[in-house]
């Protein structure tokens, strides 16, 4: 089946040690995202590819990057990881930008910092 | 930008029985979508039903409809016949023009037998 995958789906990573999440998608999608949703909070976007083209929120900390190498893949990279990043993060996929464009989910990377 | 409101925390019913989840958004846009996801515990964001601004009917799928009354800006999902699976994360999220989709901050659904 067509699908956003995320791996791995736990993640541990020490105090200020570079770590990178992956995700790759099969339903060749223009729009790749990332999102981070802490316990109990609303998913919040750090950032989305629309075909190669990079769109940081404003308030996406310098510490996330991200690599879209190709229309499947998508990483997310955090440089330097600090306590507060422990999250879950989640890769999105949509056909388009438009209203009427549902996202697909993956099953998300829970990242815990040391 | 958009702005999402759920104002319920939680909410419990009983298997069998249905359940409103309400949600509320502000926005100056014309034209919106309003999607509602479902996230259980293993965490993946499940879609399950949309709703377009221009859209005169209000959209159901399955046991899942929407009540969307569009002068009150508000999005109401109604679970019919609650399972024990429905028990989870549920996030209203809406998007316009090219912004990408803004998540409410949810309700959790407890189903009980």
């Known amino acids: 089946d067509a699908m956003v995958i995320q791996n791995p789906r736990y993640q541990v990573t020490q105090f200020g040690k570079p770590v990178t999440l992956s995700c790759s998608q099969t339903?060749?999608?223009?729009?790749m995202y990332w999102y981070q949703q802490k316990s109990s909070q609303a998913p919040k976007l750090l950032f989305h590819?629309?075909?190669?083209?990079?769109?940081n929120e404003a308030d996406t900390p310098d510490n996330f990057q991200s690599r879209r190498p190709n229309t499947s893949f998508c990483f997310l990279d955090i440089r330097s990881p600090g306590l507060g990043d422990a999250a879950m993060y989640l890769c999105?996929?949509?056909?388009?930008?438009?209203?009427?464009?549902?996202?697909?989910f993956g099953s998300g990377t829970q990242l815990s910092v040391l | 930008a958009q702005k999402i409101t759920q104002t319920q925390p939680g909410m419990f019913v009983q298997e069998k029985e249905a359940v409103t989840l309400d949600c509320t958004y502000d926005?100056?846009?014309?034209?919106?979508?309003l999607f509602w996801y479902k996230q259980p515990s293993s965490g993946e964001m499940i879609f399950l039903i949309y709703?377009?601004?221009?859209?005169?009917q209000n959209a159901t799928e399955g046991r899942y409809s929407l009540n969307f009354q569009k002068a009150r800006k508000s999005t109401n999902l109604v679970i019919s016949a609650s399972q024990l699976g429905d028990s989870a994360m549920y996030f209203c999220?809406?998007?316009?023009?090219?912004?990408?989709?803004?998540f409410g901050k949810g309700t959790m659904l407890l189903v009980s037998p």
């Open positions: 999105a996929t949509s056909r388009d930008r438009t209203t009427n464009e549902k996202l697909f």
């Open positions: 339903l060749n999608h223009n729009v």
């Open positions: 590819y629309y075909d190669k083209d990079f769109n």
């Open positions: 926005t100056s846009d014309q034209s919106y979508g």
């Open positions: 709703q377009g601004s221009y859209d005169e």
């Open positions: 999220a809406s998007n316009s023009g090219y912004s990408t989709l803004t």
